[in-house]
């Protein structure tokens, strides 16, 4: 078995991990896709109070809502239904950014195409089109608290998405704390990219082989965990 | 008490001419005016600027792609160019990437904060969002308090086209949950504001004043919503 055949993580223990340093109150926004996947983390975890935020003013909302029981005026960023949990609070569209801008938003959670080293990354376009899906990325990326990313190692066809600098237009520069890939948990510190946590049976060496981005690896590097120790 | 109740969605939006911008609310297929949408389509008015979240989605039901696949929009200000997904070209992604389209990409907390501006009367405004991307590139950066900002200015509309839960013939409107989304801020910014009232349009002084989103002052023509008409 060559390196790059090794099993990975799932993408729903990526999420698991990025959502355990997730801190009692926190105001958390995912992103539309494989962060979304952050909240099933929380099921086992009913003592810790998060208020999920979504670009379409809704604060405080529930998880998806069952079949049948949907309301048809309450969706995520998704657009899926959600329940209303007591306390649920709406606002409009220029006040819901007003709480972003405002760096209310203890953690973004996002996909992306790319990370670099020094915190940048794209997730917004690809040069095979004009223009970009950008959403709230931006606004978010800038301003909030803390900014996670989950995002696969490497492209389909094996390049890394882990840089030395971004190729892609970037969305904002230098604000990824913590990235979540199939082969670990990574760190942007003061002192560089830092490799945390890794796949079950990928050395660090295993890991760099498929990163551009130059590694540190941690003095404390342990297998990736999945529940709070 | 000048009547703002039409009888119909045609009639609500017959004056509105070649060339003008629009804004039309909706986040996640909640809380757009699809029936006013529908009769901008039958009045076949064209070279629109259109102000949307997206331009448009994959499915069949009138939205503000209608109006592009129709060749009535010149222009999309928006927060979605390119398909979310790679699978997902709209009319609109189609008409860009022929260049038969102009659009302008804007970050989703500016575009609102632009309209916030228009609503508000504020000549312009330094957000932080999109610094050191290309976004930015060309745009005035200034520096306050240690942090980048960039200037960006406000974004009116001759109409807005506005879908609301309940409504006074004043013009007061509410909102249920996320169907407020870009809304109220649309409502504030546009010159001409109709709307589509999904539940009821009252008497003045059945809305709670504590209740109102959006005072009447703001608002021009409401149309009720008929049972056969487009809902969800």
């Known amino acids: 078995m060559t390196t790059a055949d090794k099993p990975r993580l799932s993408r729903q223990t990526m999420c698991d991990r990025l959502a355990m ?7 958390v926004n995912l992103g539309v896709g494989m962060p979304t996947l952050c909240s099933n983390y929380l099921e086992s975890e009913p003592d810790l109070e998060i208020i999920f935020h979504s670009e379409n003013g809704v604060i405080g909302f529930g998880p998806l809502a069952p079949a049948g029981e949907e309301d048809r005026h ?9 329940v209303a949990l007591p306390g649920m609070a709406i606002v409009h569209h220029a006040d819901s950014f007003g709480i972003i801008r405002k760096g209310m938003v203890d953690v973004t959670v996002m996909g992306a195409y790319e990370v670099a080293q020094n915190g940048d990354f794209a997730n917004w376009r690809i040069p095979v089109r004009k223009g970009g899906g950008i959403g709230g990325a931006m606004d ?3 301003c909030a608290k803390r900014v996670f990313i989950a995002m696969e190692h490497n492209q389909r066809n094996g390049a890394p998405r882990v840089l030395k600098q971004c190729s892609l237009p970037i969305t904002a520069p230098g604000v990824v704390k913590l ?7 990574f760190e942007i510190t003061e002192d560089g990219f830092v490799l945390r946590e890794h796949a079950p049976g990928w ?7 498929q990163t ?18 | 008490m000048k009547n703002k109740v039409f009888p119909d969605f045609d009639s609500a939006v017959a004056d509105m001419t070649d060339g003008m911008t629009f804004m039309s609310p909706g986040f996640g297929n909640v809380g757009l005016a699809r029936n006013l949408l529908a009769a901008v389509h039958r009045l076949g008015v064209k070279d629109l600027t259109g102000i949307s979240n997206n331009a448009g989605s994959m499915d069949d039901r009138v939205d503000v792609g209608t109006l592009i696949e129709a060749r009535q929009v010149k222009k999309m200000i928006c927060a979605f160019t390119a398909p979310t997904h790679p699978s997902q070209i709209t009319p609109f992604v189609q008409m860009y990437n022929d260049d038969e389209l102009d659009a302008e990409l804007v970050p989703q907390g500016t575009l609102a904060e632009r309209m916030r501006a228009a609503a508000a009367g504020i000549g312009a405004f330094y957000t932080p969002a999109s610094v050191g991307t290309e976004l930015a590139e060309g745009k005035e950066h200034r520096e306050i308090n240690g942090r ?16 609301a839960y309940r409504a006074d013939t004043f013009g007061n409107l509410q909102f249920r949950l996320t169907q407020r989304n870009f ?3 649309m409502a504030m910014a546009a010159d001409i504001t109709v709307v589509e009232v999904e539940d009821s349009i009252v008497e003045p002084g059945e809305i709670d004043p504590d209740c109102v989103h959006v005072p009447g002052i703001y608002v021009d023509r409401l149309v009720k919503i008929p049972e056969d008409g487009l809902w969800d």
Do not use: H
Request: hydrophobic letters at 45%; a negative charge.
């Open chain 1, 140 to 142: 978010l990326a800038a």
């Open chain 1, 212 to 229: 551009e981005a130059e590694l540190i690896i941690a003095d404390d590097l342990r297998e990736i965990r999945v529940r709070p120790a």
């Open chain 1, 179 to 185: 990235l979540a890939t199939d082969l670990g948990l």
């Open chain 1, 21 to 27: 340093e997730f801190q009692d109150g926190w105001i």
């Open chain 1, 74 to 82: 309450l969706v995520n960023a998704g657009g899926q239904n959600v």
């Open chain 2, 183 to 185: 809304n109220p801020v």
């Open chain 2, 148 to 163: 980048t900002y960039v200037l960006e200015y406000p974004l009116p509309a001759d109409f807005a086209l506005i879908r």
């Open chain 1, 203 to 209: 050395s660090p060496e295993d890991i760099q082989e």
